[in-house]
């Protein structure tokens, strides 16, 4: 028998591949950004030559660290991601996934009611009924606690919101969060974040609502004190009753709160702040976002994010360093059983965190890089669960789906769960362009004789919408997955290219957890049924010929 083809390219058979730094530095050497793809003549699943390139290429040039030195025996295979993004190690017992609307509402208001040092919320907007004011008296309650047992409150608030989406309407989230600003000036801080790219005559001549297509603030994330919730639902009465999203809680989890406080603290220094007179105005110093330079505009917020990002990694690679380090001098030093009592006391984490941020309006693609190379490297056997409430995948995403190895199930809404049905106008027509992308993507799988290795599975619930997105990754031979995405990412054109997006990668050893996980998963696919060639045979997948020969055009915008 010959001798078994090396699963990196540094060459080692002990090495499981993208964690190695030969590897990585063959990522970037290649370009794993979606442009490139994007822009080839030649898509992946049409030429095989693409799934060769590890073997094309020319030799990278010589990298100072040991091949392979982010591999020691025994890491978990994603460890590659901390190439990019700061790791962050916990304890299973740590992570809780929800799974309802209910419970992540009633969630929310414990949290704030019970948090003492900081509460931030970086959301596409905040809705104007009632269970959102429960929201706001929630936080108007506890600022009025903290002002009161204090000379010199403790509690910080800060808001990051879309500006385009939460100024839509005469009453509006601006308008539900000034009483805020107008009682505790000293401790509420709502940022707006607006799109450098709607600017000029285009932000002049787009109504309201339209202008939304442009470019958002996308990212969802909540967290209290110590305690992060990274969900794909925003601050509105639908996602607390029937709108079916995701939620993770990562509870006493200090480092991973600092770093999603920094960077909503980061997006809030770009962007507008809102005055207790229904006003904005930019800090101090700060260029405008449409008014002023936009390169000039663009490169601060890079660097804003960036330092943040790069400052969590080198705090994190020196506490893993030291921790690493202390657990060898202990375990040397230390009786067999003082040993053992010392990590009972301190366990080694079983569950790694990555933040994956997506930018792309100020050059950040990480979480495209990520995302692109787990699809890339899952193994022949292997199982991904994708699903997204908007299936519009980037070309990039569907020429890895259709031209890899892995077995993927890919969740999407009917038409009658899609959160833009019955819409007026316009908007109504959304959910049929949806329909008109599904089928040209089923067309292709069929072309391609791919039907039993990647299968569609549309979303139904009589009385809800759908806006779940994310994906598990089982490895060959597992029944419970290893690594989850969870966040505001839809793995379409707007998420890469117009918005700005936050997930977590989860990564875990811990059995429990998976199954939590693996939980999450079956709950969801069960409310779904298979795709076929008769599933657009029905009445209501009817395609009118104008939406047909406009979603094209338009396809990049929603």
């Known amino acids: 028998m010959g001798r078994e083809r090396p699963s990196c390219l540094c060459g080692s058979l002990q090495c499981i591949g993208p964690g190695c730094s030969s590897f990585f530095a063959w990522r970037l050497s290649v370009g794993s950004k979606g442009s490139a793809t994007q822009n080839s003549s030649i898509s992946l699943h049409r030429s095989s030559w693409l799934l060769l390139a590890p073997l094309l290429t020319p030799p990278v040039p010589v990298i100072t660290a040991m091949p392979c030195s982010l591999c020691p025996e025994g890491a978990h295979r994603f460890q590659w991601i901390r190439n990019l993004v700061p790791e962050f190690g916990i304890s299973s017992s740590h992570v809780k996934v929800l799974s309802s609307p209910a419970e992540f509402y009633e969630l929310l208001k414990v949290q704030i009611k019970t948090a003492k040092q900081r509460v931030v919320m970086a959301s596409l907007y905040l809705g104007t009924g009632l269970l959102e004011q429960e929201l706001v008296n929630c936080l108007e309650e506890t600022l009025e606690k903290s002002l009161q047992a204090n000379e010199s409150p403790n509690l910080r608030v800060s808001i990051l919101l879309d500006y385009t989406r939460g100024s839509r309407g005469r009453k509006n989230s601006r308008t539900m969060l000034i009483p805020l600003l107008q009682r505790f000036p000293e401790q509420v801080r709502v940022s707006l974040f607006h799109t450098p790219n709607l600017r000029g005559l285009l932000k002049l001549l787009i109504p309201e609502r339209f202008n939304e297509t442009i470019g958002l603030q996308h990212i969802k994330v909540y967290l209290f004190d110590d305690n ?116 009972g006391l301190k366990p080694e984490p079983d569950t790694w965190i990555y933040p994956l941020i997506q930018m792309k309006p100020f050059g950040i693609q990480i979480d495209e890089m990520v995302t692109e190379t787990l699809l890339t490297e899952a193994e022949r056997d292997a199982k991904i669960y994708l699903t997204t409430g908007y299936f519009n995948l980037t070309q990039a995403y569907m020429d890895l789906i259709l031209g890899t190895r892995a077995e993927y199930r890919i969740l999407l809404a009917s038409p009658e ?33 791919q039907q039993e290795r990647v299968q569609l599975q549309e979303y139904s619930r009589a009385g809800w919408t759908f806006h779940a997105k994310g994906l598990w990754l089982y490895l060959a031979g597992s029944s419970l997955p290893c690594l989850t995405l969870i966040g505001s990412p839809n793995f379409g054109y707007r998420s890469v290219h117009r918005d700005l997006e936050a997930q977590v990668a989860i990564v875990t050893e811990n059995k429990a957890l998976q199954q939590q996980l693996h939980q999450e998963q079956e709950q969801l696919y069960l409310c779904s049924g298979v795709v076929s060639s008769s599933t657009f045979e029905q009445p209501s997948r009817h395609v009118k010929l104008w939406v047909k020969l406009v979603t094209p055009l338009i396809k990049n915008f929603f």
């Not at 819409?423 to 292709?444: D, L, M, R, T």
């Open 417 to 449: 769960v899609n959160g833009f049905f019955g819409a007026k106008g316009v908007a109504g027509a959304i959910p049929s362009a949806y329909v008109y992308i599904e089928h040209q993507f089923y067309n292709e799988v069929c072309c391609l004789h």
């Open 228 to 343: 992060v919730i990274l969900s794909g639902a925003n601050l509105s009465d639908l996602y607390f009753t029937n709108r079916q999203d995701r939620y993770v809680l990562l509870q006493d989890s200090p480092e991973i709160a600092d770093f999603f406080t920094e960077l909503v603290d980061a997006i809030g220094d770009v962007s507008l702040q809102l005055q207790q007179d229904d006003t904005v105005q930019m800090m101090e110093g700060m260029v405008h976002p449409y008014q002023g330079d936009k390169v000039r505009y663009c490169e601060i917020a890079n660097q804003r994010v960036m330092e943040v990002i790069d400052s969590a990694r080198t705090r994190q690679e020196l506490l893993h360093a030291k921790t690493f380090h202390s657990s060898q001098q202990g375990s040397s030093m230390l009786p067999q059983h003082d040993s053992e009592a010392s990590e």
